[in-house]
Antibody, heavy 120, light 111 residues
């Protein structure tokens, strides 16, 4: 079955760019119909959709984060990535990658999540 | 402030039936499917209900979903201690260029 795993630095300095990668195993990221997503959860808070990408490269972003977010895909490595620029302490969160079946918020499966702390 | 509105907490005793509501608008729940997620403590969310009322394989039939107009509900019957978790609703929102919206989450306590 498909599994997702996030990787990247756990600590990022304010004003820098947060970069995370999600590696997909057990299936091809180029399978049609799936949107590869990033979702975050602030400590003790609810879920916030960041955006997703189709294997062709089409992207959709949360309007509230759109100016700072870039999601890209590397089909040769079966990976997709998140870049969030100009981070502040408010971007401290657990970041999850997930597969969206159909692009309608059917997220399954999810990665285990990775905590990213923004601090100097 | 989440786009979808859920009660922050709910509770019940073992064996009881509890419901969790999710209120939205015409641009999200009113025109798109609703999805429900269960997040056990310290773990990633798990898909519980898709397309308003469908259960993925492996999800017990004690869990059921419904939708009416701009609101949706998750019902859990025969409540068990292992159901204690946070529950989130989600839907696509057609406003702006479209995006996914979540509810703020409901913490379910099994007394």
């Amino acid at each position: 079955q498909v599994q997702l795993q996030e990787s990247g630095p756990g600590l990022v300095k304010p004003s820098q760019t947060l970069s995370l990668t999600c590696t997909v195993s057990g299936g091809s990221i180029s399978s049609g119909g799936y949107y590869w997503s990033w979702i975050r959860q602030h400590p003790g808070k609810g879920l916030e959709w960041i955006g997703y990408i189709y294997y062709s490269g089409s992207t959709y972003y949360n309007p509230s984060l759109k100016s700072r977010v870039t999601i890209s895909v590397d089909t040769s490595k079966n990976q997709f990535s998140l870049k969030l620029s100009s981070v502040t302490a408010a971007d401290t969160a657990v970041y999850y990658c997930a597969r969206d079946d159909g692009g309608n918020s059917r997220f399954d499966p999810w990665g285990q999540g990775t905590l990213v702390t923004v601090s100097s | 402030q989440s786009v979808l509105t859920q009660p922050p907490s709910a509770s019940g005793t073992p064996g009881q039936r509890v419901t969790i509501s999710c209120s939205g608008s015409s641009s999200n729940i009113g025109s798109n499917y609703v999805y429900w997620y269960q997040q056990l403590p310290g773990t990633a969310p798990k898909l519980l209900i898709y397309r308003n009322n469908q259960r993925p394989s492996g999800v017990p039939d004690r869990f059921s979903g419904s939708k009416s107009g701009t609101s949706a509900s998750l019902a859990i019957s025969g409540l068990r201690s292992e159901d204690e978790a946070d529950y989130y609703c989600a839907a696509w929102d057609d406003s702006l260029s479209g995006f996914v919206v979540f509810g703020g989450g409901t913490k379910l306590t099994v007394l």
